[in-house]
């Protein structure tokens, strides 16, 4: 069985647990509802660290840190008011964050993998070699690869740009995965931010994580409804 068919074995689990309301008798992972106090791990499966450092399901992940998942691991997650699903083989940095003229800083930084995110209502930046998404409190979800990153604004207002020519832009404004754009790094190409597919993220997992953060998503979201793709890949 290959990587990506693991974790997506692993992905169906959880999903199908979440679907009948199952989520506690999985290891390491309570119903879905906000995190307690000091708690930012919902759950986490292989090798995941924290700022270098092997996590557990107990390890605070704050502002400022760096967290990596490695083959065949992920980490769900929250920081504050934004919550996370950091899947196999990716590097995210959260920097600290200030505030210059009322627009807060970088939300995080994704260097290499796979993440969805849901942010809290506010302007700030979600960053990838090749692309900056200019985000006001939405779902987004982003892969990153060597010659181009993919996007898609799951529901509400982004502006994404290539991250070398921020004159390259375009608003998505979106409902439902509406318009999922590839960014491309090469400059020669005629057009840098392009159509793409719907790919390797469900409703179901976005209405996980805006449960950690106190929040549901903008549409309901069926209960048990069938996979409809296969692998991470």
């Known amino acids: 069985m290959s990587f990506n068919e693991v974790d997506e074995s692993k992905r169906r689990m959880l999903l199908m647990a979440l679907s009948v309301g199952a989520l506690a008798a999985l290891p ?46 992920y980490v769900i997650f929250v920081v504050a008011k934004d919550a996370f699903i950091l899947r196999s083989n990716s590097k995210m940095t959260l920097p600290n964050r200030s505030v210059t003229a009322g ?11 796979k993440a969805l995110t849901v942010l809290a209502s506010r302007r700030t ?33 982004s502006d994404v ?29 005629r057009n840098r931010i392009v159509p793409a597919p719907f790919v390797n ?18 549409y309901v979201v069926p209960r048990g409804i069938p996979r409809s793709r296969g692998n991470y890949a």
């Open 161 to 189: 740009s290539t991250a070398d020519d921020p004159n390259i832009t375009e608003t998505i404004v979106s409902e439902h995965h509406d318009k999922p754009k590839y960014v491309l790094a090469d400059t020669n190409a």
């Open 125 to 157: 930046d979600i960053s990838t070699p090749n692309a900056v998404i200019g985000v006001r409190g939405t779902g987004v979800y982003i892969e990153v690869e060597p010659e181009r990153s993919y996007v898609c604004v799951c529901y509400g207002t």
């Open 201 to 218: 993220h469900d409703d179901q997992e976005l209405l996980l994580i805006e449960t950690l953060v106190g929040r549901t998503t903008p």
């Open 103 to 113: 627009v807060v800083a970088t939300a995080f930084s994704l260097e290499r993998g």
């Open 28 to 73: 390491g992972c309570t119903t879905p509802s906000q995190l307690g106090a000091g708690q930012s791990i919902h759950q986490l499966s292989g090798d995941v660290r924290v700022n270098g450092l092997a996590a557990t399901i107990s390890t605070p992940i704050k502002l400022g840190d760096v967290v990596e998942t490695f083959d065949k691991s």
